[in-house]
């Protein structure tokens, strides 16, 4: 699948953060940008006590399932 993010959008975020990159920097960074949208798009989820399980105590098996 090709990246879905723009030359033209990769240029202005990079000007935005005063960033200069070689053209193989910013083939790089264009081929995993939809990867890393998809990582975002789970993390930003509600998480419940299990997902943290070294912090979490006294789980039912309701908590299990």
Not at 19 to 46: F, I, N, P, W, Y
């Amino acid at each position: 699948m090709p990246p879905t993010l723009t030359d033209a959008a990769l240029d202005y975020l990079l000007q935005s953060a005063g960033l200069t990159l070689t053209d193989a920097e910013k083939a790089d960074l264009k081929s995993v940008h939809d990867g890393l949208a998809a990582m975002k798009a789970r993390v930003r989820q509600k998480r419940g006590p299990m997902a943290e399980l070294a912090h979490s105590y006294g789980f039912t098996a309701e908590d299990l399932t």
